[in-house]
């Protein structure tokens, strides 16, 4: 599993809605950063989309704590 936190989020960007991100929040990543610079995660909707990838920073967790990571975004 990998995990990334909301490191950025301008008012609008480009059309996109920003509005389902939390700043400071970590998000699961389903897909990793794609040729064009987009993410896919669960945003706060709880639905999946895509995000540019340069709104996020990769973080390192054990294995162990990212299952409980996953356990607790899944649940809310």
């Given at each position: ?26 998000y ?21 989309y ?27």
């Amino acid at each position: 599993m990998t995990f990334m936190i909301c490191v950025s989020k301008p008012e609008s960007r480009g059309g996109l809605s920003l509005d389902d991100l939390t700043l400071g929040r970590a998000y699961e990543v389903l897909v990793e950063p794609d040729e064009h610079g987009f993410v896919r995660i669960y945003d706060d909707s709880g639905e999946d989309y895509l995000y540019p990838a340069d709104l996020f920073e990769p973080i390192s967790i054990q294995e162990s704590g990212a299952h409980r990571l996953h356990e607790a975004l899944t649940q809310e």
